[in-house]
Antibody, heavy 117, light 107 residues
Framework: QVHLVESGGGVVQPGRSLRLSCAATGFTFSRFSMSWVRQAPGKGLEWVAIISYDGTTKNYADSVKGRLTISRDNSKNTLFLQMTSLRVEDSALYYC??????????WGPGTLVSVSS | SYEVTQPLSVSVALGQTAKIICGGNNIGSKTVHWYQQKPGQAPILIIYRDNNRPSGIPERFSGSNSGNTATLTISSVQAGDEADYHCQAWDSTSLVVFGGGTKLTVL
């Protein structure tokens, strides 16, 4: 079956770092661009970052540029999100999603990040 | 940056037709996608590229896109359709652009 499963979320103090992972199964991971999308409690979806199928091209939302870094390991079918200098407003459920052209056709269940002192 | 807007909420009687709109400047020139998100669950794709349904999505769900408005139409609404619906457009500069989401209430 085709699945994405995120991990690595937790409670962290402002200014600290966290690394999220997303394990992909059931499809050829290396053929797809991938994305991170987040959702603050009670809010809408916010796109965070995209990485091309081979990892050579990365794009970020302005709100996270310079602090969050997307990467991937195609040999391990895994997507990452390195989060540094975390802010309270980064608190959200973080989803990884598969990009099929210009839409997101497969989503993981999400991992919760809470930034609080 | 490109923006799309959605109404916060839409209400519809059981068995009737619901229309959820997604507004944006000349959004008809872009492709629009729709996601359904039930409480406590991840979003799922229900319409892609304006009016296409992924496998397993009922024919009751349809989409259109023209001018400054894209529309998700749900016919013969069921209680199980109660959810948040998010539209998404792709913009060459902003890339993935989501609307704020619309909560559909079935009366």
């Amino acid at each position: 079956q085709v699945h994405l499963v995120e991990s690595g979320g937790g409670v962290v103090q402002p200014g600290r770092s966290l690394r999220l992972s997303c394990a992909a199964t059931g499809f050829t991971f290396s053929r797809f661009s991938m994305s991170w999308v987040r959702q603050a409690p009670g809010k809408g979806l916010e796109w965070v970052a995209i990485i091309s199928y081979d990892g050579t091209t990365k794009n970020y939302a302005d709100s996270v540029k310079g602090r969050l870094t997307i990467s991937r390991d195609n040999s391990k079918n895994t997507l990452f999100l390195q989060m540094t200098s975390l802010r309270v407003e980064d608190s959200a459920l973080y989803y990884c999603a598969r990009l099929n052209g210009d839409y997101l056709d497969l989503w993981g269940p999400g991992t919760l990040v809470s930034v609080s002192s | 940056s490109y923006e799309v807007t959605q109404p916060l909420s839409v209400s519809v009687a059981l068995g009737q037709t619901a229309k959820i709109i997604c507004g944006g400047n000349n959004i008809g020139s872009k492709t629009v996608h729709w996601y359904q998100q039930k409480p406590g669950q991840a979003p799922i794709l229900i319409i892609y590229r304006d009016n296409n349904r992924p496998s397993g999505i009922p024919e009751r769900f349809s989409g259109s896109n023209s001018g400054n408005t894209a529309t998700l139409t749900i016919s013969s609404v069921q209680a199980g359709d109660e959810a948040d619906y998010h539209c998404q457009a792709w913009d060459s500069t902003s890339l993935v652009v989501f609307g704020g989401g619309t909560k559909l209430t079935v009366l």
